[in-house]
């Protein structure tokens, strides 16, 4: 794995999170709207809407739980990634990566911020990167299964 992967494990496990907490809301209202085109009707026999909501109720509770731990994951890689980056003696190329890949900053962003042009802040992410390739950070192991996913796409 690159330095550049390494640094964006923290980005691409945020979004699988977004993505998780999305199908956990989907999974919640679909719970909750089961019953709600029954409500002017009377019927004796509700069982089967009961059934309905107690099967997902399972997978609500466990993807909760999938959940906290891909977060605990996250916050863990996150720090980790921003000890890495504190790391570096330029403080600018140090601003430039914090910005980038723990606040998630896109390039104009960053140079609106520092008040630098695009251009700089590209050169100063580069000597960013390099100064931690040349830290020997152990980059080739990933935390989480999405990078693999991810990184093998591209």
């Known amino acids: 794995m690159t330095v550049k992967q390494y640094l964006t494990q923290a980005y691409f496990t945020n979004e699988k999170i977004k993505d998780s907490l999305q199908e956990l809301e989907?999974?919640?209202m679909t719970a909750i709207s089961v019953n709600a085109g029954h409500t002017s009707q009377e019927r004796v026999s509700t069982s089967g809407i009961a059934d309905i909501v107690g099967?997902?109720?399972?997978?609500?509770?466990?993807?909760?739980?999938?959940?906290?731990?891909?977060i605990r994951d996250y916050n863990n890689t996150k720090r980790e990634i921003e000890n890495t980056i504190e790391k570096i003696e330029d403080?600018?190329?140090?601003?430039?990566l914090l910005?980038?890949?723990?606040?998630?900053?896109?390039?104009?962003e960053i140079s609106g911020e520092l008040s630098y042009g695009v251009r700089q802040v590209y050169r100063l992410h580069k000597k960013g990167l390099e100064e931690i390739e040349k830290m020997s950070v152990n980059v080739s192991e990933c935390h989480y299964e999405v990078c693999y996913n991810v990184f093998s796409q591209k």
């Not at 099967?55 to 891909?70: G, H, Q, W």
């Not at 403080?91 to 430039?96: C, F, L, M, P, S």
């Open 26 to 28: 989907r999974l919640r």
């Open 55 to 70: 099967s997902r109720v399972p997978c609500i509770v466990d993807m909760e739980v999938e959940i906290e731990a891909k």
């Open 91 to 96: 403080n600018r190329a140090k601003a430039v």
């Open 99 to 108: 910005k980038r890949y723990i606040y998630f900053k896109d390039w104009d």
